[in-house]
Each structure stands twice: as structure tokens, then as C-alpha cells.
């Protein structure tokens, strides 16, 4: 099998496991034959997301360097990635950065309070954008890097409407008016 071919099916494994681990469903199927781990779902989620991630990663190690910038705008390119970073960080500060890890097993993913201020003030979904901007950003694109990043980026999209339909589900009629202020994904005037 070619190398780009396994790399792309590891991928795409990584986003079936992914995705459904995240699924409502499947997570209450699991906490009902497994209650225990309850308190410990989130960061085991991370944790198998990470190692199957880094799966993926270990695919596909020889490719062939497509695109470095020069110089400058190398450094450029990378301090960006680095600001993508940081605002990352921010973001997932403002909604409880140990909830989304797993970490504080006093709140969940699902308990945490509606914000609309900061990084949520911009776009409805900045860690999906953030996202695509540090893949988009790199400034060594390699044949891998160029096919992850068209795979990650349709699948980011599909995370963002998937989170839309489950935060409609949660905040009803009070969302709906937050979609109707801030942009779903690329910053720009508030919708009136």
C-alpha cells in the first residue's frame, strides 16, 4: 500500500473514533456499561484522540517538500503560528480549559456556562478557525502536511456544525440570537 494511501486511511480511522467518542449517544453507551469512568471520559477521550493522532502522524514519514518561504517570512509564518497558539490557549482559558482537557472533573464539556465575550465575541467557533490557520500558516508545506491539512480542514467544518446542532439543542432560542450576532467562523461585521 503507498504510503499516502495509509496515511490517509489512518486518518480517516482517527476522525471515525473521533467523532464518535464525541457523540452523545455513544458516550452514554459507554458510561452505562462503564459508570466508572464517568468522571474520567473527557481526558480519556483526549488521550485516545492524542495516541491515534499521533498514529497518523507516524504515516507517511517521507514526503516530499512542496513550499518553504523564504526568510522572512518564514519567521512570519511561525510567529503566527505561535499567536494561533496563544489565542488557542486563550479561548479554551475563557470556557474552563480543564473541562475541555478532562482535567477538572468538576465540570464537564456539558455543564459549562454560555459565553459570548472574548474569543466568542468574534467568531461562534475560534478554536476551529485558529485551527485551520496554524495548518494553513506552516510555512514548510511537505506532500503529508498538504494532505492533512485538506482532510483536517473539511473535518474542522464538520465539528463546527456539529457543535452548531448540539449548542442549538442546549441553548435553544438564546443561540439562535447569537447566530444571529457573530459570525459562524470567518470574523467580520456582527450580523444585525
Known sequence: MPDYSDFMIRFAFFCCIHSLLAAPRIKTGILMRIPALLPWYRLTYNLVSLVLFGWVMLAWQSTTVLFVAPGLWSLLMH????????????????????????TDRSHTTNNLPFITTGCYRVVRHP?????????????????????????????????????????????GDHYRHYQQQVPFLLPGFPRR
Open 127 to 171: 478554536l476551529y478557525l485558529l485551527g485551520i490557520l496554524f495548518m494553513l500558516l506552516n510555512p514548510v508545506i511537505t506532500t503529508r502536511w498538504l494532505t492533512l491539512t485538506l482532510l483536517a480542514i473539511p473535518y474542522l467544518l464538520f465539528g463546527a456544525l456539529v457543535e452548531e446542532r448540539r449548542m442549538l439543542n442546549q441553548w
Open 79 to 102: 510567529g503566527l503560528q505561535a499567536v494561533a497558539l496563544a489565542a488557542g490557549f486563550l479561548c479554551l482559558k475563557q470556557t474552563g480549559l480543564g473541562a475541555f482537557l478532562g
